[in-house]
């Protein structure tokens, strides 16, 4: 169901893009026990170039530095999984979005219909959102490895398309 603009705009972009992974948790101490942050880690590196993989602690500093840093270093694309939820020390919704330039609300929107789709009603927790920032798409998921697999199944495929985008 694609457009023939959108199939001429996919073979115009480059599958050559960079791409960095943040995981945002208090509990997980050591990337062996980061499922969700291997999982992205892998499938990206299965198309595209993995630059940067950290884990950081739920805390708005050390993310706003992150993201910097994985900028300064030319990154396409930013992934981060965790404090999205609802919880006082999830910090990441708020942290991006007072970052972004532009907001890719249908994001969010299709993320959360697919989830509701999996899991139902508990979907509604979820506040999964991407926007632009510096020439960098962000993408910021849940914490939880079936719901980066569904996040990932929405936008791996278009990261180039996106990519082509922002970049003009």
């Known amino acids: 169901m694609q457009s023939e603009t959108s199939k001429q705009h996919q073979n115009e972009s480059s599958k050559d ?15 062996k026990v980061d499922l969700s942050g291997k999982y992205i880690s892998e499938e990206i590196e299965s198309r595209y170039t993995l630059t940067e993989r950290i884990l950081i602690p739920d805390e708005k500093d050390a993310l ?24 006082t ?10 970052l972004f330039e532009k907001k890719l609300d249908g994001f969010g929107e299709i993320f959360r219909m697919k989830s509701y789709e999996e899991i139902g009603s508990a979907a509604l927790l979820s506040r999964a959102t991407a926007g632009i920032y ?35």
């Open 17 to 31: 893009i960079t791409c960095g992974v943040i995981t945002l948790s208090d509990s997980r101490k050591s990337k």
């Open 64 to 87: 706003i530095n992150a993201i910097e840093e994985m900028i300064s270093k030319s990154t396409d694309v930013i992934l981060t999984t965790g404090g999205t939820g609802l919880d």
């Open 89 to 98: 020390r999830d910090i990441t919704v708020e942290t991006v979005e007072s």
């Open 134 to 168: 510096k020439k960098c798409i962000i993408f910021s998921m849940p914490g939880s490895p079936n719901a980066v697999k569904t996040a990932l199944e929405i936008i791996i495929d278009e990261l180039p398309h996106f990519v082509h985008h922002v970049k003009k």
